[in-house]
């Protein structure tokens, strides 16, 4: 069946580092792919989404793009801030099939 | 953009007594939405899918009587947690898709539409 894999967290940078957070995932045909974020104490907001190969996806400075050559949605950032601290999902949708989630990535962002 | 509200946001419950999640679709049709329960180590377990109109589907291992679903409208889906314990302290997250009536949510060439999520209920039992 289909699956994400992200990398495991906590994340911790300074201000202003670069960010990249993993994701590979495994799946048949051709998935749509997210990424949501939740900050502290509320639910998922999507951040950003890429449906087809070489597709980027990009929001709020963060970008990711589907690679389908190597299975992966790895997200980046130049610049973070500390306002970036959150939880960071990846996901693949197939259809109308749920959401299938990795388990999250915890960043924290220090001044 | 579509809003999924999901209420209450916090509640709190002794053990044995039962409490009931609401998730709404306020600007958009969702024939289908779907509860996640989070974990305290981050991960999202999907629970079930419920279907307007029809019963709910339940992921493996979680027990239908317990959570008790019912999606009574386009807009509306209710989770029961019955004879609630501290066990089933977690958070608790809906998602709508939609359904594709008023809601301007692009659909993608694949099919899978976006899924738009509540802020999540957070139960605590007692």
């Known amino acids: 069946g289909n699956s994400v894999t992200q990398m495991e967290g906590p994340v911790t940078l300074s201000e202003e580092a670069f960010l990249t957070i993993n994701c590979t995932y495994t799946?048949?045909?051709?998935?749509?792919l997210f990424w949501y974020v939740q900050y502290p104490g509320e639910g998922l907001q999507l951040l950003l989404k890429?449906?087809?190969?070489?597709d980027k996806g990009s929001n709020k400075g963060f970008e990711a793009t589907y690679r389908k050559e190597t299975t992966s949605f790895h997200l980046e950032k130049g610049s973070v801030q500390v306002s970036d601290s959150a939880v960071y999902f990846c996901?693949?949708?197939?259809?109308?099939?749920?959401?299938?989630f990795g388990k999250g990535t915890r960043l924290s962002v220090i001044a | 953009g579509a809003v999924v509200s999901q209420h209450p946001s916090r509640v709190i419950c002794k053990s044995g007594t039962s409490v009931k999640i609401e998730c709404r679709s306020l600007?958009?049709?969702?024939?289908?939405m779907f509860w996640y329960r989070q974990f305290p180590k981050q991960s999202l377990m999907l629970m079930a899918t419920?279907?307007?109109?029809?019963?709910?589907?339940?992921e493996q291992g979680v027990e239908k009587d317990k959570f008790l679903i019912n999606h009574a409208s386009l807009t509306l889906s209710t989770l029961t947690v019955t004879s609630a314990h501290p066990e089933d302290s977690s958070f608790y997250i809906c998602?709508?898709?939609?359904?594709?009536?008023?809601?301007?949510?692009?659909?993608?060439?694949?099919?899978?539409?976006?899924?738009?999520f509540g802020a999540g209920s957070r139960l605590t039992v007692l």
């Open positions: 998602s709508a898709r939609d359904a594709g009536g008023l809601d301007s949510t692009p659909r993608f060439s694949s099919g899978a539409n976006v899924l738009t």
């Open positions: 799946a048949t045909g051709y998935p749509s």
């Open positions: 890429a449906t087809k190969a070489d």
């Open positions: 996901a693949l949708g197939q259809g109308n099939t749920p959401l299938v």
């Open positions: 600007d958009f049709q969702a024939t289908t």
């Open positions: 419920s279907n307007e109109g029809s019963k709910a589907t339940y």
